[in-house]
T-cell receptor
């Protein structure tokens, strides 16, 4: 079964700081990988996804993620965060069974 | 398009009461899912459906039942609510082909007292 690990569940940083959230998955086959964001009181929205090709994926709002197959990782990055990036971020993996496995999320708070 | 909608948005139940949560999607998606979200637990899959008339158990199915009588609707039922079912419930849908990106509804906040 596929599973996802996210570290540093609570992250607090100041505006303009860089953000990196780690995501590791366990699945030996071909995977599709996702990062979703949940702003306070809202539903999950897709930030970016990887399914093939260039392992560096660019998403909305200046976010990017790098797929490193040898490390089973799909880390999310943003060079300079804004207060509006305060949200919970979820990594998810699909291992071909039409289901997503989600990590437990990273609560990110950006201080103005 | 409205995307994925959920009814109701909030509900308070007493232990032992029953209720049904409704999810509707207007994207002609084949697959639909019910998740619960609890603090520090991420999203856990309750039940899902890969097409009209089909349902399957997810990670945490106990205490819930589902039905998919119409392609656009996916109902989640609690026959006898328990305080442990206090949670935020999200519905999602996907095409079922390709990348399997899921589209989420706005959620239902359920409190069982």
């Amino acid at each position: 079964a596929q599973s996802v690990s996210q570290h540093n569940h609570h992250v607090i940083l100041s505006e303009a700081a860089s953000l990196e959230l780690g995501c590791n998955y366990s699945y030996g086959g071909t995977v599709n990988l996702f990062w979703y964001v949940q702003y306070p009181g809202q539903h999950l929205q897709l930030l970016l996804k990887y399914f093939s090709g260039d392992p560096l994926v660019k998403g909305i709002k200046g976010f990017e993620a790098e797929f490193i197959k040898s490390k089973f990782s799909f880390n999310l990055r943003k060079p300079s965060v804004q207060w509006s990036d305060t949200a919970e971020y979820f990594c998810a993996v699909n291992g071909g069974n039409n289901r997503l496995a989600f990590g437990k999320g990273n609560q990110v708070v950006v201080i103005p | 398009n409205a995307g994925v909608t959920q009814t109701p948005k909030f509900r308070v139940l007493k232990t032992g009461q029953s209720m049904t949560l409704l999810c509707a999607q207007d994207m002609n998606h084949e697959y639909m899912y019910w998740y619960r979200q609890d603090p520090g637990m991420g999203l856990r899959l309750i039940h899902y459906s890969v097409g009209e008339g089909t349902t399957a158990k997810g990670e945490v199915p106990d205490g819930y039942n589902v039905s998919r009588l119409k392609k656009q609707n996916f109902l989640l039922g609690l026959e006898s609510a328990a305080p442990s079912q206090t949670s935020v419930y999200f519905c999602a849908s996907s095409t079922g082909t390709g990348v399997h990106e899921q589209y989420f509804g706005p959620g239902t906040r359920l409190t069982v007292t």
